[in-house]
């Protein structure tokens, strides 16, 4: 699938054949998939130690702070890692509201159980 229509429930089934591009394989595999999920910021990167240094002292915030957010959903990005190779790679499926990862298939015209 391409992109998710924002507001709808998204549904991803954990495993998906896809291309891998390594060098080892250079063909479909089964990729195991994951939701991104961003690494803690460092305290050694350059923009942190600017802002720190910008910081320190006398003279209040130095640097604007964001208030007026306006989104109400985040960008989901798939992470998928090659079963034969253990090669990643990253795919981003847009905006939605609602984001499932190896949920229940939905089924056309099956009774609802209790």
């Given at each position: ?11 991803v089934?954990?495993?998906?054949k ?11 595999t089964?990729?195991?998939?994951s939701?991104?999920?961003?690494g ?24 604007p ?5 306006a ?24 905006r939605?509201?609602?984001?499932e ?6 089924r ?7």
């Amino acid at each position: 699938f391409q992109h998710a229509v924002q507001g709808t429930m998204v549904n991803v089934p954990k495993t998906r054949k896809t291309f891998c591009a390594s060098a080892k394989c250079k063909k479909h595999t089964v990729h195991k998939v994951s939701q991104y999920k961003a690494g803690k910021a460092s305290l050694y990167a350059q923009g942190k130690r600017r802002y720190d240094r910008k910081q320190s002292g006398f003279g209040g915030q130095k640097k604007p702070i964001f208030h007026k957010k306006a989104k109400t959903t985040k960008k989901i990005t798939l992470r998928m890692e090659c079963t034969k190779c253990k090669a990643r790679k990253q795919q981003c499926i847009g905006r939605c509201k609602h984001f499932e990862l190896g949920g229940d298939k939905k089924r056309k015209g099956q009774m609802i159980s209790f």
